[in-house]
């Protein structure tokens, strides 16, 4: 048995280094977070894993965008799945829109008369969702698909933005597919559906299960750190039970409880049960905000493997 | 100020009594438990009000098909939103499978080996997966659509089921439409891909947009019981958002924490801000596990309301 | 395997017959909860039992004081360990002053100058402390003990008292013993501090060891209710512990996470490891708000067992 | 309105330089964490302010007793307010027993059987007690105490402990007085209680009150960090409560919930209207593991305040 060392810490300290004291020195949350850049470390140097990253909750109003840019753009993940809300904030973002410091007690009311939208202690005015829909209705007018996966649709608006901040273009840049299995249920998805009142329906969100199974079939092994719980955190778990093989590696970052039985909650371990996850699978269930987390398990990936350069998997699809 | 009571209980005591004691009596957990029966009281008796129920988690592991039917035969709700995977589980369940009482401490390796799913304490066998395959593939060639709404799609779907007990053909006999816009996530939605594959696809999400647009700007006023977050809370904010009037009731039960800022956690006061909700609305949030919070609301409504017969709101859809 | 039944309910349901359907028909808390009742009655029929509860709180605020004098009255409890601040707002409600309804989001900044304290949603104002401290100081004037234990100490409070549902005074009358191991941390032990300046301590909180631990050691078997952990949860474990016998029975309703590692939200299972549970123990771990979740469970008991009389297990105490 | 700048990192990044990026560019969780460093920066910095410290929960096994010490060692604190579990947990490591790194699924029925107790994630062997139990009856037959406060007995305690680490040394050598109101409720009181069979009680918990108090009204401004609730966060709060001033600075780390009317997760905002916090404090609730938060807060204030002395305050007690 290993005695726990003591967390230590100095001036000027790096991050990595306390992540370093937490993993021998910690237990709790801190050795878990610890456990998490040791295990996404080990996936990194796997060469034969393909890994995805899910993310639900408002990532970008916290301030995440760069953060998320910097998990593609160090070639750390191979694929994104996400919720609408996401590139929807990513988009209002890539508009040249705002999300802007409040507090979580400011008067709602007074808010709303504001044309000032709340979340949590993040504030987005109303003329982002104004400016969102003029921009995007135009962009739109541009592209010319018809019932592709939100995949290819994603990569061809991610080609036409050009915010390099973009999650979406970054990730079109980087060829670095994003899945929205339920885009239809973000102010985006109601803009895509108000252009295909007048012209050609652009996605079938069906098509993705396709382009998802290839992945997981084509992948010796699988490893995914998830982001909040949802339908981002369903989907590659889905993915992995139809194709009948578990994620070999897989970290969630949550503050959402097991007891209830929500997905969004649930425990990697249940994962194994279901072989959404394997056997032997390395897990660790992170319960933090991810705010917090997400950007320290980055600069320590970033400090441990400055001198390593991961070769990105690149898939191929039919359209 | 009112003082706080103190509940009273009795043997044989009623859940309504029970109920009416903690209003009074109690505070904390007890009294918003109390004021979601009172407000969902409110909004069955004000005749302008379309109520919506949105579901998410597992709540069909967690025993709650038939409390949601009740839902639908007792009049109490108009809309139904939901999740895939609640679709998926009532599909299992209509097909003759079941979920069994298991424990959350059970050897998740030894379950995979014995094709055991875990749900938190609930466990579902594999052969439900293979059952529900046979089964709907068999029902969707049967099912001659093209690009409908999902809603469209349950509709037709629900038609077609025997199982008196099936929330989806429960909603189909009693004319309540079913929204799910992340239908694709689920096992469900995997299967109505594979069927897309040799026939036409039948669903196009995006039209339950007009759909539910639609349903929002008709009603005089509008309710929700919001059942776990996710996409059937984000969906039903949405229409509001965009129709540009707030519920004027809502009532949500989650154990989410607002503090991450994710929309499953968020208050119903944040949504005032977003005028998601009015400002005059009645808002309550139940912060309690949803299998037992919600047959407590259901039993306290069917006692007070047991005279009293609500007229559902019918709502037209052109396709 | 046993399979989920799903819960009914009808209009005018008694709240043991939902708790009955809760047991076969639901899953996560529900089941949980159900489970508590089991075992709890399970507890007070097995003769040999002593039977703990344990406090920690807000729960007069919250408006359980008869819930707590109930599970007195009805011979459920033969010991009881709760806080300082639970005694204190049992003597500011025994000497005339009420706790009020309030809302969370009330202005503080206001309230503060109104000389109200708010507890969540619960308002206390400032004249029950002043109230308080002038009838705890007549009356400890006439308390003539020295070193005794708090439990002794309780008891010959509760004998002054004259509020008949105060549970201090309950509990002297049923000759139930309260143990209070942080008495000092509260205003009541504030005010015994005053006291002893002028005249002898009252209390050696010490003492109550050697009285718990005998009890534990003639009690051929004890089970424990916990609400809320803090220090009674922490005490009576800390008992098993000495004593070497863990408990044989035991329910915890909490909202507390065990990941944290904080002895308040430990899962009752882990309790095992130190013996403070035993291996064979029947345990549950309620995930509930307590205002909700113990009433439900005390109707639930009188309901089954009015006709049934427990003998309480009555402890001689050599002071 | 402030933009939220998206939060930047870089290999080697330093843990400072991240929280300055979370001020600015992130919000929920993250921006809360960074507010708590500069709020206890601007405390440290306020030379009227006296602080505290309170703790509860596992930290000690959590990996936090080096941690603690430097907040001593560093001048950051000048009153420390804690747990009996947590001197327990110290005496254990001061005597050289260790706590070791174990998972929260290990079988708890084999651990006991082994002696070994576990706290989620950590484990504890029963002869570390065993230990405890035989170095502190000697050190007890040492002390010639009679009825002094815990303040006083925990300073003549750590004056005889060797271990440098030992919190209860570092607070003795370096005069910070250590409170405990609830010692009695750990294996630490039950050892203490065994001592006071044959010879005098060494403790009066009372008297902490009169010097707390005393420190409450000489100190001309307050601070706290707050880690964990229970009594350490209560006790605080009381003397603030009868010394009628609030608290002007205010932190607390915790992963309690405020809905259940509980203290340990009420909120700082919630105190004002007790007075316990003064209106115009700066106040901060960060909902965290504090094993992840509490080093984080740590390390950056020695980076920034590495060429700063500040003075602590020290208080004459008059025993």
Known sequence: MKPVNHVKVQPDMKINDLILQMKEGAGFGA?????AVDIFESMIKDQDTTIFLTLAGALIPGGMRNIIAEFIKNNYIDVLITTGAILT???????GFRHYHGRADL???????????????ILLPNEAYIGLEKRI??????????????????????KLL????????????????????????????????SYSQLRKVPIDVLKEHKEIVDIAFESPKKGALICGGGVPKHFVALAMQVTGKGLNYAIQITMDR?????????????AVSWNKADKAAKKDDVICDITIALPIILASLMTRLKNYQRKRKIFEFYE
């Open 137 to 158: 209705t135009k962009i739109l007018g541009t592209i010319n698909l018809e019932s592709v996966s939100t995949r290819k649709f994603l990569y061809e608006l991610g």
């Open 258 to 270: 097991p007891e209830p039985g929500g997905v969004s909650g649930a425990s990697l371990q249940e």
């Open 31 to 35: 050795r878990r977070l610890a456990e």
């Open 162 to 193: 050009d915010d390099k901040n973009s999650i979406i273009k970054v990730a079109a840049d980087y060829n670095v597919p994003i899945f929205c299995p339920a885009i239809s249920d973000s102010v985006l998805g109601y803009h895509i559906w």
């Open 107 to 121: 008067n709602d009311e007074e808010l709303q008369d504001k044309g000032l939208n709340r979340i949590y202690n």
């Open 89 to 95: 904030h990513d988009l209002v973002e890539a508009f």
